[in-house]
């Protein structure tokens, strides 16, 4: 196996490389499987309920398997094997869902599904950043979701245009090509990282892996506080559909969604690389409230279509900004673990969300649960705010 030098050029652009493939190739496979998979459960008998307790399930275990993966991430010599590992499980198993009959098989593979991805992602987030300069650190996870998001595009109109010739179970098959691609990308296209013997200037050593510096703890809280605001997607667009957006035109929210996702989340990476990764955070986090408000007042449809579009850009500004702000505040041996423990609260924290929107929707209306989510997203950019001043400056390229 090849294993390259820390902090190297080609070493930087060559694993960018391979993980952005590898991230366009597996999410286009999910997004194929993922999308037909509600009028497939309908297929063999199963309803909302039963996707309801499949994609908990699944999402919850992929939770604690990235806070897992976090730990292992900081402890094992070479990360390459857990993360094609992961890729190869997740991708083994998606075909699989053309032989099911009963829809606790379609759980298991599901299960199976997420738990290889928590297991890789932490993972890989540490492996990419040890592959590039702090100085594009931003950059890289900014390309990384900027592929990822491009998978969940290409996948549903890959879905749609198989559909009709080859039904729900050959699309499943044919989600095996993307995913049979991806894993042979993360086998022959990732080189293993040497660990870096010495911990940065001025950050806690590996010898104390339990104590994160208070920067952390501090981005931590913000990001936990807007996550109970931060409800499951799907609350969008069932209020769309509550507003007369047909349930026909959902699949085309999620496009312009993540179209949006797609062009500014590598734009909004590179920003974040010469300017406060904390003020773009919150710039997201003020962009969300701004779109639940236009859900909640509904002024009128098109304003609907408009603020999903403007949607993308919240996502685009803080996901792969935090991960680089996350990863700029601790120590390099320690990266794994804060990866791990940031993915796993906050999912926490959007679970909870979820649940309290529900039940506000379903005593007060919807109305309600979108203002109070407004207004957690803007007591969480003022919290990002106010540590802007306490933010280490840049590290130059070396």
């Known amino acids: 196996m090849t294993e390259v030098p820390a902090k190297t050029p080609e070493r930087g652009s060559h694993n960018l490389i391979a993980f952005g493939a590898t991230s366009f190739l597996n999410d286009t496979?999910?997004?194929m499987a993922y999308w037909v998979l509600p009028a497939f459960l309908a297929s063999i008998g199963a309803g909302p309920a039963q996707l309801g307790i499949i994609e908990g399930i699944a999402e919850s275990v992929a939770s604690f398997a990235k806070l897992f993966s976090g730990y292992l991430a900081d402890r094992v010599k070479r990360r390459k094997p857990v993360v094609v590992s992961g890729y190869f499980v997740a991708n083994v198993v998606k075909p699989l869902l053309a032989l099911a009959s009963w829809w606790g098989q379609v759980l298991g593979i599901r299960f199976a599904?997420?738990?290889?991805?928590?297991?890789?992602?932490?993972?890989?987030?540490?492996?990419?950043?040890?592959?590039?300069?702090?100085?594009?650190?931003?950059?890289?996870?900014?390309?990384?979701?900027s592929m990822d998001s491009a998978g969940a595009i290409a996948g549903p109109l890959l879905a749609l245009s198989l559909l009709p010739?080859?039904?729900?179970?050959?699309?499943?098959?044919?989600?095996?090509?993307?995913?049979?691609?991806c894993v042979a990308v993360a086998l022959f296209g990732i080189r293993e990282v040497r660990r870096e013997p010495a911990a940065a200037p001025n950050r806690p050593t590996a010898k104390a892996p339990a104590h994160?510096?208070?920067?952390?703890?501090?981005?931590?809280?913000?990001?936990t506080l807007f996550s109970l605001g931060n409800s499951s997607d799907m609350?969008?667009?069932?209020?769309?559909?509550?507003?007369?957006?047909?349930?026909t035109h959902a699949p085309l929210l999620g496009l312009v969604f993540n179209i949006t996702y797609t062009l500014f989340s590598w734009p909004a990476g590179g920003l974040s690389d010469r300017f406060s990764r904390r003020v773009l955070a919150a710039a997201g986090y003020l962009v969300f409230a701004a779109v639940y408000l236009i859900f909640a007042v509904a002024p009128s449809v098109a304003a609907i279509w408009f603020a999903m579009a403007f949607y993308g850009l919240f996502y685009a500004l803080t996901n792969p900004v935090l991960k680089a702000l996350v990863v700029e505040v601790v120590a390099p041996d320690s990266r794994g673990r804060a990866l791990g423990i940031y993915s796993f609260v906050s999912s926490a924290a959007i679970l909870l969300a979820s649940l309290i929107?529900?039940?506000?929707?379903?005593?007060?209306?919807?109305?309600?649960p979108f203002y109070l989510s407004a207004g957690i997203a803007l007591v969480s950019a003022a919290l990002l705010l106010i540590s802007r001043a306490t933010q280490p400056p840049k590290t130059q390229a070396v």
């Open 29 to 31: 496979a999910s997004e």
């Open 113 to 145: 599904d997420r738990f290889a991805k928590g297991i890789r992602g932490t993972t890989r987030d540490v492996m990419l950043a040890d592959s590039v300069p702090a100085s594009r650190l931003g950059s890289a996870y900014g390309l990384l979701q």
């Open 165 to 181: 010739y080859y039904g729900l179970r050959g699309v499943f098959w044919f989600a095996g090509i993307p995913g049979a691609l």
């Open 212 to 223: 994160f510096p208070g920067k952390f703890y501090f981005v931590l809280l913000a990001v």
């Open 235 to 247: 609350f969008l667009v069932l209020r769309a559909q509550n507003l007369g957006i047909p349930a």
């Open 357 to 368: 929107t529900g039940e506000l929707w379903k005593h007060y209306g919807p109305r309600v």
